[in-house]
């Protein structure tokens, strides 16, 4: 028999029974629509996430953060220094697989042009010239600061696109550069602006004119960086404060480096613990962050959403099968005569159970579709109460996999009718009331 | 050579423990273009051998041929194909597809021998017209009296141009008129040619045919020409 054929007397029979086919389709639309939903949910995490990881830097970087001591050290946990900018230099000095190291210490201050016009609370970042790599900083006029700045400790400046145009409105980057900013009240050069950095999302909706409606930028902060040179913020801006300090004592705020070729990660590793383990004497007051393990830790998250959303899917379209089976199963036992006349008239076996076959999968896929259409009014509604980094992201592999769900739900739940069916003996089927 | 030739065949069921000999060695010969009436009470055994002549079961033992085939050890699909292509059946209940429009239920047939659609109309609407059913195409077999109903059994079984047509008590839900006028179809069907096999319970019928076989408990008792 002709598929055709088949399918042309499944939709016939389909449309003889609207709401009975509607009612045995429910499982499958909500398990479709739930696991478009779910997929485009998690999506949205994981979109999310790489935007995060974008704006904290690649794989390549690893955090130095503070831990506390284990306890068999902590009774000479005080003769370390902490995390110095002895431990950068030692850094930059031995470990070879390490192709920057970013110090950093900040400090929030009160940020305004000469005259003070346009003042504003801000962090100022005392920083190195290798932060310009491992902040993934592009200039758009100007320059970044180099290592003769942080050798004179000069009063100079580079600061984010935000903060440019809060100061200077309507001035474009390059006439910026030169001018002087206030910065705790000393006058400090500006030397380089940032580019704005915004997501493409964003770029496209500046573009048009429109202002982005999303709340969350993962790049605020970078936009609104006021950077100076580490050695002009220790002693103009934090001697004041810290008066017991010296350069090489103080505490530091962060320590980032960055890997310099990602096949040799874990050497790299075991050279900064190898090298911190000396400079804090032994002491483990300090732990290696690595992207890697904020990735996995989100990674695993999202698997866990995915999973349950997954499995709550997978329910929906085992009961959906089963309820579509149920169906057949009623159908067929309705329509006996019917297939006593077809195997009469010549109807092989195969040709009957195609047909009940075909008919379920076409079941499925029409409550697959169905699926579909609700999994988009599903997904509007958590576009309105997710948070706004998480924005629902719907994929055509996540709408291909659901509805590869489905049709598989469907001709499993058909299997049992259809063979049913077709073991229907004519003579029997015949005299069937 | 026969168009169907049995010999010794029987069909035994089994019911529990008990074996109910329902067809017991038959011998028949039926010659292409005969008009042939078998009769008998009912348990006679006439139901049980008009399926077995129309390829919807299996013989126990004995030989079975049918167009030159030996069916008695025939596969669920040869069986389709041969009830396919060289057998039309009219039933008592006219057995019509309730769902579909007398074009579709005339063209049933023509769907399990793979004809394309467009042909299977053109051919199910000749038929039709030939049976005198080309006013009522499109409807369905509820808005149908019982001899419509039974014309367009008679035009099914005659779509796909078999060799055999059997009437399993052809006349029996229809009143003495309506019976006569399908009667004398099956008299202008044998007079064209075709092989024509009435399963009756009612002498009066079997004497329209040019044979009747008389069976009694699964035997062939009687035969003779009316």
């Known amino acids: 028999m002709n598929p055709l054929v088949a399918i042309s007397i499944g939709l016939h029979e389909i449309a003889a029974h609207k709401f009975r086919t509607c009612l045995s389709m429910l499982g499958i639309v909500l398990g479709v629509s739930s696991l478009i939903a779910t997929m485009a949910l998690t999506r949205g995490i994981e979109e999310g996430t790489r935007i995060f990881m974008q704006q904290m830097g690649g794989l390549e970087l690893v955090s130095i953060v503070n831990k506390e001591p284990s306890s068999r050290k902590y009774e000479f946990a005080n003769l370390s220094p902490g995390r110095t900018l002895r431990d950068a230099e030692a850094i930059r000095r031995s470990a070879s697989f390490i192709s920057h190291v970013s110090p950093e210490i900040s400090l929030n201050t009160a940020v305004a042009t000469e005259g003070g016009g ?316 | 050579m026969s168009l169907i030739h049995l010999e010794g065949l029987s069909k035994v069921y089994r019911v529990g423990d008990q074996e109910i000999r329902a067809l017991d060695e038959v011998n028949l010969r039926i010659e292409e273009g005969e008009f042939i009436a078998i009769i008998g009470s009912s348990g006679s055994g006439k139901s049980t051998l008009m399926h077995l002549l129309g390829c919807l079961d299996t013989p126990t033992a004995g030989r079975m041929e049918i167009c030159g085939k030996d069916l008695a050890k025939a596969s669920n699909d040869e069986l389709a194909s041969v009830r396919n292509r060289e057998i039309g059946f009219v039933f008592q209940a006219f057995n019509l597809l309730p769902k579909l429009d007398v074009v579709s239920n005339i063209a049933l047939p023509l769907i399990y021998a793979g004809v394309p659609s467009r042909e299977r109309l053109a051919r199910a609407r000749k038929v039709a017209a030939d049976v005198g059913l080309g006013d009522r195409l499109a409807n369905r077999p509820p808005q149908l009296s019982g001899g419509q109903c039974q014309r367009v059994a008679i035009a099914r079984a005659l779509v796909n141009n078999p060799r055999i047509l059997f009437g399993d008590e052809p006349t029996g839900n229809l009143d003495s008129a309506t019976g006569k006028m399908i009667l004398e179809m099956f008299d202008t069907l044998h007079a064209s040619g075709k092989t024509i096999v009435l399963v009756t319970h009612d002498p009066a019928i079997a004497a329209r045919s040019r044979r009747v076989i008389e069976i009694r408990d699964g035997r062939i008792t009687r035969e003779y020409a009316p």
Not at chain 1, 184 to 194: A, I, K, M, Q, T
């Open chain 1, 118 to 433: 346009n003042p504003d609370r801000r962090v100022v970042r005392g920083v190195y010239p290798d932060h310009f790599v491992i902040g993934m900083h592009t200039v758009a006029a100007g320059r970044f600061l180099t290592p003769l700045d942080i050798e004179r400790g000069s009063r100079c400046t580079v600061v984010g696109d935000t903060v440019a145009k809060k100061l200077w409105p309507g001035v474009p980057p390059q006439l910026i550069v030169g001018k002087t900013i206030l910065i705790d009240s000393r006058p400090f050069e500006v030397v380089g602006v940032l580019a704005l950095y915004e997501m493409e999302e964003q770029a496209r909706a500046r573009r048009a004119g429109k202002r982005s409606t999303r709340g969350w930028d993962p790049f605020r902060q970078k936009n609104e960086a006021v950077l100076v040179p580490f050695t002009t913020m220790f002693h103009e801006l934090r001697s004041g404060a810290f008066p017991l300090d010296s350069l090489d004592t103080m505490k530091l705020e962060t320590l980032t480096v960055r890997v310099a070729d990602l096949d040799h990660f874990h050497s790299a590793l075991d050279q900064v613990q190898g090298i911190l383990d000396i400079t804090h004497r032994g002491v483990d007051d300090f732990d290696l962050d690595t992207r890697q393990d904020w990735f996995d830790r989100m990674e695993s998250s999202v698997r866990a959403a995915r999973l349950s959303g997954g499995l709550i899917s997978a329910i929906s379209l085992v009961v959906g099968g089963i309820g579509i089976m149920n169906i057949m199963l009623a159908s067929i036992s309705e329509r006996v005569r019917e297939i006593g006349i077809r195997l009469a008239v010549g109807a092989r076996q195969r040709d009957i159970f195609w047909q009940i076959l075909i008919e379920s999968v076409l079941v499925s896929l029409l409550g697959g579709l169905l699926g579909i259409l609700a999994s988009l009014g599903l997904i509007e509604i958590l576009k309105t109460i997710s948070p706004t980094e998480n924005v629902p992201v719907l994929t055509p592999d996540a709408i291909l996999l659901a509805v590869g769900f489905a049709i598989a739900a469907g001709l499993l739940s058909g299997l049992y009718p259809a063979a049913k069916a077709s073991g229907i003996d004519p003579i029997t089927a015949l005299r069937y009331e």
